[in-house]
């Protein structure tokens, strides 16, 4: 065995990591951060991590992120790259809005100082809001909406609709909606027209007010809905 020779001069890491650029697909709702050398992960600070629409300290729009959780592939100290599942709320604002996030044009990310450590405990560069990095690759929101519940208020004339994403009220076209007796197609259905309307906002959830000619022919036609 030879002698273990003993280090003269020992100078531990102090050079601050840098957040190289980061992606944004919005049809899986992940972030991902690429940083210049290992990083732990459990010193991520989500409140740190801001998107914007464009690279200002007053942004047309800008999201901080209020949470998220950590991919699998990712999730381990010593990894450069680390993708973030936003939380519902982050999905929710930027499918909202109509400034940011919609494309590589308006997709932008700041950091604060110490947003994450190195293996050493150093922590990484900020960039302000002014120096933002805009994303290197972006995939937009490409999965089709599916209508995941329904229900109908024959008093108030109203039907409420949930969707699993985020629906542009705007093209939602009240007599391309058919209801119907049974789940399968059968006499009794009626097809709305469009003198049924929806005021709702943008969102997961749509109430359509069912005009009165509409209605007359609800209750005259499903009586099997009861």
């Known amino acids: 065995f030879f002698d273990a ?10 050079i601050r990591p840098h957040l190289l650029y980061f992606d944004l697909d919005m049809n899986s709702d992940v972030v991902t951060l690429w940083f210049d050398e290992p990083v732990r992960v459990s010193t991520l600070q989500f409140l740190s991590i801001t998107l914007l629409s464009n690279p200002s300290n007053a942004p047309i729009d800008s999201r901080v992120l209020v949470g998220g959780d950590i991919t699998a592939a ?12 936003m939380s519902q709320a982050d999905v929710r604002y930027l499918k909202l809005s109509t400034k940011m996030a919609t494309s590589r044009l308006n997709s932008y990310i700041s950091i604060l100082q110490d947003t994450i450590q190195d293996m050493a405990g150093n922590g990484v560069v900020g960039i302000r809001q002014n120096l933002s990095l805009p994303v290197r690759y972006f995939t ?8 995941i519940a329904f229900s109908m208020d024959m008093n108030s004339g109203t039907l409420h609709l949930t969707f699993n994403d985020i629906i542009n009220a705007s093209t939602l076209y009240p007599n391309t909606i058919t209801i119907q007796a049974a789940r399968v197609l059968d006499p009794n259905y009626v097809t709305l027209t469009a003198s049924s309307f929806t005021v709702s906002p943008n969102g997961y959830y749509i109430d359509i007010n069912i ?3 509409d209605l007359k022919h609800l209750r005259s036609s499903l009586q099997a809905l009861g």
Do not use: K, R, W
Request: without cysteine; negative net charge.
């Open 211 to 213: 005009s009165a000619a």
């Open 5 to 14: 020779l003993e280090v003269g001069t020992f100078l531990s890491d102090a």
């Open 74 to 85: 990712t999730n381990y100290n010593g990894t450069v790259t680390v993708s973030i599942h």
């Open 140 to 147: 937009p929101d490409f999965t089709p909406v599916n209508l």
